[in-house]
């Protein structure tokens, strides 16, 4: 007779894998580490399907694949200003004050999302492609908060690459 054999949960658990956390993480532009990030999404995409239409019944197919954009939400220091990096980044596309555009190779940027393991070694790291502002929200201010002021932008990209 063959013996059955049972998992325990708490083995499976304890022994078998590390979780990634969702405070474990890194965010970078154009190779510059951006410290004051306090929140980011990770990539996600949209493969839009194709419908084939025959006789009385229909049949899909992948269509092209979309990235769609991600925020990151970001502390405003004194030093480093989130804000001055923002518009540093921003002017590069589109100039406030001339009102010229600028050409993409200036405006795109590399972005990188690593995440790490619990002894600060890279677990996880997303390239993102040509990345460039597209929204950006300096915040809210109000005389009765002691709240930390934050800056958020919304970045589009070409594309993103799941290095590991």
Not at 17 to 34: D, N, P, Q, T, Y
Not at 86 to 91: D, G
Request: with cysteine.
């Amino acid at each position: 007779m063959a013996e059955v054999q049972t998992t325990n949960v708490i083995d499976i658990k304890n022994n078998s894998f590390e979780a990634k956390r969702a405070h474990r993480w890194l965010f970078s532009v154009a190779g510059e580490k951006w410290y004051w990030a306090r929140t980011a999404s990770r990539p996600t995409f949209t493969v839009e399907p194709i419908t084939i239409d025959y006789l009385n019944g229909k049949r899909y197919e992948a269509g092209k694949m979309e990235w769609s954009p991600i925020s990151v939400s970001l502390y405003d220091p004194i030093a480093p200003s989130a804000s001055q990096k923002i518009m540093e980044w921003a002017r590069l596309c589109y100039e406030t004050l001339s009102g010229r555009s600028g050409y993409s190779t200036f405006y795109k940027r590399e972005v990188t999302l690593e995440m790490l393991d619990p002894v600060g070694v890279i677990v996880e790291s997303w390239a993102i492609k040509g990345a460039w502002i597209t929204n950006a929200s300096f915040g809210d201010l109000d005389y009765s908060s002691a709240e930390l002021v934050q800056a958020t932008v919304e970045l589009r990209m070409d594309n993103c690459v799941l290095e590991y």
